[in-house]
């Protein structure tokens, strides 16, 4: 069974630049979006392939740099490092174009040009819990995101921007 592999295929990728974020669904994938308009938020699933290399695939632990002296395994965070670069965001739908296969979002930790691999709608009933247990190097930290960019706390920023150099 670890012996088998898959294609993945982009349907499409990000654009981010000073003007914001946008998911560009290419053409082919475009009769996907049909009603998606009719949820708030969407879960976008991209390739990190800019983080994509045989170390970072490799890698299996990391030292946690927004946790003090914390190393967990890569299942056990979100590090782009990882067997698979899958990674994965929450984001608000702003505007959906069907007829250009653009959705607008606020923000979307991916760089420019990543290529996206699946949206699904976020779905309150299966895509949250409600009684959790993070681990405790994040019980102090919110458990949501906020609703506007600039309402997450000082503290919270400060550890997340302290990403150090790849």
Request: with cysteine; glycine share 6%; aromatic share 10%.
């Amino acid at each position: 069974m670890t012996n088998r592999t898959f294609t993945i295929r982009p349907i499409g990728s990000v654009e981010a630049d000073v003007s914001g974020f946008r998911i560009k669904i290419d053409e082919t994938y475009r009769a996907g979006l049909l009603q998606l308009d009719q949820f708030s938020h969407v879960i976008v699933f991209w390739w990190g392939d800019q983080v994509d290399t045989n170390q970072a695939r490799a890698t299996l632990t990391e030292k946690l740099y927004y946790a003090d002296d914390i190393e967990a395994g890569v299942f056990a965070c979100r590090t782009p490092n990882r067997p698979n670069p899958v990674l994965m965001s929450v984001c608000p739908i702003l505007d959906i174009n069907i007829e250009s296969g653009t959705i607008v979002v606020p923000y979307l930790d991916a760089e420019d040009g990543s290529p996206i691999v699946d949206l699904k709608p976020y779905i309150g009933m299966s895509d949250r819990v409600k009684t959790l247990t993070p681990a405790y190097w994040f019980q102090e930290w919110p458990q949501w995101i906020p609703e506007q960019p600039g309402d997450m706390p000082d503290w919270v920023m400060a550890k997340l921007m302290d990403v150090p150099d790849a």
